[in-house]
């Protein structure tokens, strides 16, 4: 998901976790102009530690997730935005990261 109901008073902590996380938690980060990027395969660690090392060059609005109901190997996700990718793309993760991080989302200035 890109939007639509979450949580209203909290959100998940930016940065990369091992565990599948509500969508509900993760939408809110959104709507604070946050990028989610997630995995389908949570036994897949030599993905996990690529988007691992590309999402910690961001010090905020910026968090990584396994989503086994994901449709695509790989989804990267901003407020009303998503690409989805068959393989690690470093360079497409980063340009859509530079396009919307801090950009889109309701409430942009949110923590």
């Known amino acids: 998901?890109?939007?639509?109901?979450?949580y209203g008073t909290s959100e998940a902590p930016w940065g990369v976790h091992t565990q599948p996380l509500p969508d509900e938690l993760i939408i809110h980060n959104l709507e604070h102009a946050g990028i989610w990027i997630?995995?389908?395969?949570?036994?897949?660690t030599a993905l996990a530690a690529k988007l691992a090392?590309?999402?910690?060059?961001?010090?905020?609005?910026?968090i990584v997730?396994?989503?086994?109901?994901?449709?695509?190997?790989?989804?990267?996700?901003?407020?009303?935005?998503?690409?989805k990718l068959q393989e690690?793309?470093?360079?497409?993760i980063v340009a859509f990261i530079t396009a919307y991080r801090g950009k889109v989302g309701p409430e942009p200035q949110g923590p």
């Open 88 to 92: 690690f793309d470093e360079a497409k």
């Open 53 to 62: 090392q590309v999402a910690r060059r961001y010090a905020t609005k910026v």
């Open 38 to 44: 997630s995995y389908k395969d949570p036994t897949d």
């Open 1 to 6: 998901p890109t939007s639509g109901e979450h």
């Open 65 to 83: 997730t396994p989503r086994p109901q994901n449709d695509a190997p790989i989804a990267v996700a901003a407020w009303g935005h998503l690409l």
